[in-house]
């Protein structure tokens, strides 16, 4: 089995490398990352040039000032550098290290259990990283990883929603659900006003028209904030036999405190 050690040789920095030389370091400090994800069955990342301008950016503010830590005072902690970027990140983790070669900053990360967990994280999907030369001819490193926000469609968005559901529904040997018109623009009426707040507001809150308040006895209603199409799985009353209605009403996010991409999903499940 091929290991991080035998993938790259060691690389000893020499006093005043070049920006082009650094930028390779870098991707070749991700191969590291994937050779050790890899060996363990866990899916590669996909390298980030975007989060690798924030990584190095930090890096850059570390040996610029002279300090070395996650929080900055000039630019917070790693989940207010990832917003700041408006990167589409759910979720996101960084792991710092100054050595004098990648490998061995490599191994030092995977000898410590809190950055093992970053490079190991199954959940996260890109990567990218900063290396910057301090005045000591030492490498600076930042790693940033982050569960990237999938692309969607809020006007496809509900059937192929609807299609993953009914999957589900049928392998549970469940009757699929019917997506209803009615029930679908109250929902999206609530995810513009969850939008509009830039947070989530009660379900209980979801206006119903009175024709649909007669029609059902019994309404489930729910709200996520949805990365990727499979996060509407989440809501476990999708599920339920007794619901054989659906409407589902998803509303991109447009508020500056949130991450792009991101999909307000109201749903209402109708029993009759």
């Known amino acids: 089995?091929?290991?991080?050690?035998?993938?790259?040789?060691?690389?000893?920095?020499?006093?005043?490398?070049?920006?082009?030389?650094?930028?390779?370091?870098?991707?070749?400090?991700?191969?590291?990352?994937?050779?050790?994800?890899?060996?363990?069955d866990i899916p590669m990342l996909e390298y980030s040039f975007d989060v690798a301008d924030v990584a190095r950016a930090h890096s850059l503010d570390m040996v610029k000032h002279d300090f070395f830590g996650?929080?900055?005072?000039?630019?917070?902690?790693?989940?207010?550098?990832?917003?700041k970027a408006r990167l589409p990140a759910l979720g996101s983790a960084e792991n710092l290290v100054t050595r004098n070669d990648i490998v061995k900053a490599e191994q030092g990360l995977m000898n410590?259990?809190?950055?093992?967990?970053?490079?190991?994280?199954?959940?996260?999907?890109?990567?990218?990283?900063?290396?910057?030369?301090?005045?000591?001819?030492?490498?600076?490193?930042?790693?940033?990883?982050?569960?990237?926000?999938?692309?969607?469609?809020?006007?496809?968005?509900?059937?192929?929603?609807?299609?993953?559901?009914?999957?589900?529904?049928?392998?549970?040997?469940?009757?699929?659900?019917?997506?209803?018109?009615?029930?679908?623009?109250?929902a999206v009426e609530h995810s513009d006003r969850i939008n509009e707040a830039g947070r989530m507001l009660p379900a209980a809150t979801v206006s119903m028209t009175q024709a649909d308040k007669r029609r059902y006895r019994a309404i489930q209603y729910g709200v996520i904030g949805a990365g990727k199409l499979e996060d509407v799985l989440k809501m476990k009353s999708c599920l339920d036999p007794r619901f054989r209605e659906i409407g589902i009403g998803p509303v991109l996010n447009t508020h500056e405190n949130k991450p792009p991409g991101l999909l307000w999903v109201t749903i209402i499940l109708g029993c009759r």
């Open 70 to 83: 996650h929080k900055s005072p000039r630019t917070g902690g790693p989940a207010d550098r990832i917003s």
């Open 112 to 186: 410590s259990p809190p950055h093992r967990q970053n490079i190991l994280n199954p959940e996260f999907t890109h990567t990218g990283i900063g290396i910057v030369e301090n005045a000591r001819g030492q490498l600076v490193i930042t790693q940033n990883f982050i569960l990237r926000i999938e692309e969607m469609d809020p006007e496809t968005a509900p059937q192929a929603m609807l299609e993953l559901i009914n999957s589900k529904r049928q392998e549970q040997n469940v009757p699929p659900l019917i997506l209803r018109e009615s029930l679908a623009k109250s």
């Open 1 to 40: 089995m091929m290991t991080a050690l035998a993938l790259l040789p060691v690389v000893h920095v020499q006093a005043g490398r070049s920006q082009e030389e650094l930028r390779q370091l870098e991707v070749m400090m991700a191969v590291l990352v994937n050779v050790d994800r890899a060996e363990r």
